[in-house]
């Protein structure tokens, strides 16, 4: 392969319950050039959420067994719709995440790098959620912006940055001084905030996954209320107040379990209509939106300040939440600051971003041979 070859990229995503594939490919690429031209010729997503629902979160070993099962076919419909090219690397995730899951995507690579002698890629799926900021729509196509070259200005008025990386079991601040070079601020010292979203979800009867759905009942309350209505007020609500964990604290730690609590207290105090009234449950779930979003935001604006950051940088899964992404946009804009999140559809798990900092790696000359490729659950950025 020449270094104006194209380049296909196999990226494989199994770190929790949703089995994806994606298929890369870079145009005409050269090691240093500005910015390389990307096409996603498949990007696949197996999700687990239906299995997974009725026990209102991940069992580990139930989702390893849904990946074996799955991987295979979402392979090749990956292929089938990417029209099978001539694959040239392979990345996979190998950490943080639960490691039985882990190790489905981890030995599946293993395997098709060792038949096919193809070089492979260790990713770290928070590094990943990061990285996948990089991609930028070019009409129907993409192109991801070379972190390494030096004649690249726009990279160096981008750091340092603050990231904030909210998936899954992490919930994590983290500053970017440049690409690879990261330290982490902070992160949850108990329950992460996708996982206080579950919880709660689970607490009012709403559905799994909680961010969803909490999100949906709190914008009906938050459109409720914006409503006029003549005076006095009918139906106000309960005036329901939670605590916002370590919001005034000077670290930059975080800790949800404490908020989950307290919603399960006042779930609790009330009778049983009250419990399960649409407005109660519309205005618990606006509040604990409201009680995330103002520790998560409030946080990253301080980290931002500290660090003089030119860029926020938000990712993972909560990130998709359109008020989280409305208020954090916000407050970057106040600061002056770069403000960096995903569509949408690579907040959540998925296998683009993987292929993403696979390649990033993989121009920076890392690559493993596959009998090294080891999981690590609790792997750090």
């Not at 904030?164 to 500053?175: M, N, P, R």
């Amino acid at each position: 392969m020449t270094k104006r070859d194209n380049l296909t990229i196999l990226a494989i995503e199994t770190s929790c319950d949703d089995t994806c594939v994606a298929i890369l490919r870079i145009r005409n690429w050269k090691r240093k050039a500005k910015s390389w031209k990307l096409e996603i010729l498949s990007n696949i997503v197996s999700s687990q959420v239906k299995v997974h629902a009725k026990y209102g979160g991940v069992y580990p070993t139930l989702a390893k067994r849904e990946h074996q099962r799955n991987i295979v076919p979402v392979l090749e419909t990956a292929l089938k719709k990417a029209r099978n090219p001539e694959i040239n690397l392979i990345a996979a995730t190998v950490g943080p995440g639960l490691e039985p899951c882990l190790w489905v995507g981890v030995n599946f690579a293993r395997a098709i790098s060792r038949e096919l002698k193809l070089p492979i890629v260790p990713v770290n799926h928070i590094e990943a959620h990061i990285l996948v900021n990089w991609l930028q729509p070019v009409n129907q196509k993409s192109k991801i912006k070379n972190q390494k070259s030096k004649t690249q200005i726009k990279n160096k008025k981008e750091f340092p940055a603050v990231c904030l990386v909210v998936s899954g079991g992490h919930t994590q601040l983290i500053l970017m001084q440049d690409f690879g070079k990261y330290k982490i601020l902070g992160e949850t010292r108990d329950d992460a905030a996708g996982e206080c979203f579950d919880k709660i979800a689970r607490i009012l009867g709403l559905g799994y996954p909680g961010g969803p759905a909490i999100a949906a009942e709190a914008a009906k309350f938050s459109t409720f209320n914006s409503q006029p209505r003549p005076a006095p007020l009918v139906g106000a609500g309960f005036s329901i107040k939670l605590p916002r964990p370590m919001i005034h604290q000077k670290n930059y730690d975080f800790s949800f379990s404490g908020l989950k609590t307290a919603v399960l207290y006042n779930y609790k105090q009330q009778p049983p209509k009250i419990r399960k009234s649409k407005k109660y449950i519309q205005e618990m779930a606006f509040e604990t939106q409201e009680a995330i979003i103002e520790v998560l935001v409030s946080k990253t604006i301080k980290a931002a300040k500290e660090y003089k950051a030119r860029t926020i940088i938000l990712g993972g899964g909560v990130a998709a939440n359109q008020e989280l992404r409305k208020r954090m946009r916000e407050k970057a804009k106040e600061l002056n600051c770069n403000f960096l999140v995903p569509k949408p559809q690579f907040c959540t798990d998925n296998a683009v971003m993987v292929g993403i900092t696979g390649f990033f790696h993989w121009i920076c000359g890392e690559k493993k041979d596959w009998k090294k490729i080891k999981v690590n659950a609790n792997l750090k950025i």
